[in-house]
Structure formats: structure tokens, C-alpha cells
């Protein structure tokens, strides 16, 4: 895990990026964002310190679903696919948690 900082309207990740990483929240703010037809985007949730996104992607192995962008001057940890793996096969409890809060997710995009 290491840390990393963003400014405002840094993009740090894009909807159908592969997934190469997670990230928690330490200070800052970032949005969420989903492209609705081509040139549409709708804003989806506000997530600030404490909070980690990036998750999904990794529990269904598919591209990102969404655009993840900086809202304020931030700082994250970032959790690498390995280490993410590793931490849900030795936590279950964990990644039963994770899942059911990605599947709550993935209906709020849905529905967007």
C-alpha cells in the first residue's frame, strides 16, 4: 500500500479502465460519475475521508463502471489487486461485507 495525492479535477480513474487498483480516502473528496448515452454525464455519489472506492472492479473482474475524479485537494492509499486479493481470502467476514455494499452500489449505477 502506498499513499498518493490528487488536486481538484484530477481524474483517477476513468469508466472502462482496467483495474489495477483500489483506494481509501484519507482527506479530500472525490465524485462519482457515470456516462449516460455519449456525450450525457450524471453525477452519482460524493465520497470523503474514510471511504474507499474502487472495489468493484475487483470482486466482478470486469472494467470500471464508473469515472472517479477528485473533487478537492485529496490524499489516498492505494491498494494494489494482489494485496486486495490477499486481504479478502484472509478476511471473509471482510469480503462478505465488501460484497454486499458493491452489490448496493452497482444497483445505484444501474438505476442512474
Not at 472492479?57 to 490477499?86: D, G, H, I, W
Amino acid at each position: 500500500m502506498y499513499k498518493i495525492s490528487y488536486k481538484p479535477e484530477d481524474i483517477i480513474f476513468k469508466e472502462g479502465d482496467a483495474p489495477n487498483a483500489c483506494f481509501l480516502i484519507y482527506k479530500g473528496k472525490v465524485k462519482v460519475i457515470k456516462n449516460k448515452m455519449l456525450v450525457m454525464k450524471k453525477k452519482v455519489s460524493t465520497l470523503g475521508s474514510g471511504s474507499f472506492f474502487g472495489e468493484m472492479a475487483f470482486l466482478t473482474y470486469a472494467p470500471r463502471v464508473a469515472t472517479v475524479v477528485a473533487q478537492e485537494n485529496m490524499v489516498c492509499f492505494v491498494l494494489l489487486k494482489s494485496t486486495f486479493q490477499k486481504l479478502l481470502s484472509n478476511n471473509p467476514g471482510f469480503k462478505t461485507w465488501l460484497e454486499s455494499l458493491s452489490e448496493k452500489r452497482l444497483i445505484k449505477l444501474n438505476s442512474i
